[in-house]
């Protein structure tokens, strides 16, 4: 009977503070959108945990295969800056949604957010520019790295296009992300998460070219979207493997297609 009230009184609440969203004006709202993701940007950069692999990382290991490893070859460090900016950006697009999700999930905060007047989409939007934030920090990381320590030289049009490729391409892990932080438990969603990163990013080619690698995970490669996002970030200094760019857009429109469908299957999980 007490299960039964709580069910009751949980709904009429729920339905409740939906009509109030609905009675807020658009300036409100946008207030809301604003303010979440303001305290999701202030929560994520103080937490070291977060802040610190999500952006110092991608250049560490740029530092090393790039400059150290290099012998000064500009042209190789070029390659390298297109293949890291591409490993750069996912990470936080998992972790925000993936790791940082599942564990909001099983502390309760989701459902405390769930009971307020706030929009659901708010949670998602939030997410969105905090990530995109992050990719732009460590794609400034990383560019300070290349161009003070490597020797590349690019032009202003191409660093504008290769960090909106690389910036906007981030989109479909996020997607995957989402549908891993509402489906991982918070206990084991970190592990989960870099299980599934760090594997993807090598076979995807971006730690060492593919050319290096046997013909079949070459092969194996195509099928992986940080393979064509990567792609399109070096179609913009000419070092690319083939294939057009409408080719690589669409496999990884498919993509962000399939990991929508699979975050609304999530969420329509976590309703029922």
């Not at 609440?13 to 300036?27: E, F, W």
């Not at 297109?82 to 993936?98: D, E, K, R």
């Not at 599942?102 to 957010?113: S, T, Y």
């Amino acid at each position: 009977m007490n299960n039964s009230n709580t069910i009751v009184v949980s709904s009429n609440a729920h339905l409740s503070n939906h009509s109030a969203a609905h009675r807020m004006t658009a300036k409100q709202i946008a207030k809301l959108f604003y303010l979440e993701t303001k305290f999701e940007w202030l929560k994520s950069i103080r937490n070291p945990a977060f802040a610190l692999p999500a952006t110092l990382f991608p250049a560490i290991f740029y530092l090393f295969f790039g400059v150290l490893m290099n012998q000064h070859n500009p042209q190789a460090a070029t390659f390298l800056l297109c293949t890291y900016g591409t490993f750069g950006v996912i990470g936080p697009a998992l972790f925000s949604f993936g790791a940082g999700l599942a564990v909001e999930r099983g502390q309760g905060w989701l459902d405390i957010k769930d009971a307020s007047p706030m929009p659901a989409s708010a949670q998602v939007v939030s997410r969105l520019f905090v990530s995109m934030g992050f990719s732009i920090i460590v794609l400034v990381t990383l560019g300070l790295v290349a161009f003070g320590l490597a020797g590349v030289s690019l032009s202003l049009g191409q660093v504008w296009l290769l960090s909106g490729i690389l910036i906007i391409g981030g989109l479909p892990f996020c997607l995957l992300g989402l549908t891993l932080g509402l489906l991982l438990k918070a206990e084991s969603a970190p592990a989960v998460v870099n299980v599934i990163y760090l594997p993807l990013s090598f076979l995807s080619g971006l730690w060492v070219p593919l050319s290096l690698l046997p013909s079949y995970l070459q092969s194996f490669a195509q099928f992986l979207p940080p393979y064509h996002l990567s792609q399109l970030a070096l179609k913009v200094v000419g070092q690319d493997a083939g294939g057009s760019v409408v080719q690589h857009l669409l496999i990884l429109v498919i993509f962000s297609i399939l990991f929508f469908a699979s975050a609304m299957l999530a969420i329509k999980k976590k309703t029922a």
